[in-house]
């Protein structure tokens, strides 16, 4: 209870599953065009979204998203394999060009490298790619 209301509470092993489904769409090994992988994370998450709709689960769908678009980070990462690759990409978002040598030299791991990537793929660009916000689409079509 909640201000004398019942609320609806995703159950954890619904949200395991979701999580699973996300890391299946967002796997960097597939070999899908970024195209469909836009399409396939897109009606996934829709409808999970409109699934559970009733339930309470804001705060679940804030780190939800964080989590999904580091993941979506990590996917552009491994795409551009080559330093001069992540250099010419990374340089076309206007960072300085000391930040730029930084971070495509960056010998760190796939998942520390998308972490880094926060200041060049940031949720505007994201969102500019076609991926929807977790978040902001269950604002939109909560009930409560």
Same mark, same amino acid.
């Given at each position: @209870? ?15 599953? $979701? =999580? +699973? ?7 960097? +090994? &597939? ?9 396939? $994370?897109?009606?996934? #998450? !829709?409808?999970?979204?409109?699934? $559970?709709? *009733?339930? /309470? *689960?804001? +705060?679940? @769908?804030?780190?939800? /998203?964080?989590?999904?678009? !580091?993941?979506? %980070?990590?996917?552009?990462? =491994? ?9 010419? #990409?990374?340089? =076309? ?9 930084? @971070?495509?030299?960056? %010998?760190?791991?796939?998942w520390r490298a998308s972490l880094m990537l926060n200041s060049v793929l940031t949720? =505007?660009?994201?969102? &500019? ?9 269950? #604002? ?5």
């Amino acid at each position: @209870m909640y201000k004398e209301e019942c609320r609806f509470k995703v159950h954890k092993k619904s949200v395991a599953k $979701f =999580k +699973n489904k996300i890391r299946e769409l967002t796997k960097r +090994n &597939n070999g899908w065009s970024n195209q469909l992988r836009i399409k396939k $994370f897109n009606e996934a #998450m !829709r409808g999970w979204i409109n699934y $559970f709709k *009733m339930a /309470d *689960m804001k +705060n679940l @769908m804030i780190e939800t /998203d964080k989590w999904a678009r !580091r993941k979506i %980070r990590a996917v552009y990462w =491994k795409q551009w394999k080559r330093i001069k690759t992540r250099y010419k #990409m990374i340089s =076309k978002y206007g960072i300085p060009k000391w930040e730029v040598h930084q @971070m495509a030299c960056c %010998r760190k791991g796939i998942w520390r490298a998308s972490l880094m990537l926060n200041s060049v793929l940031t949720v =505007k660009e994201i969102a &500019n790619l076609g991926y929807i916000s977790l978040a902001g689409y269950f #604002m939109n079509v909560c009930v409560n």
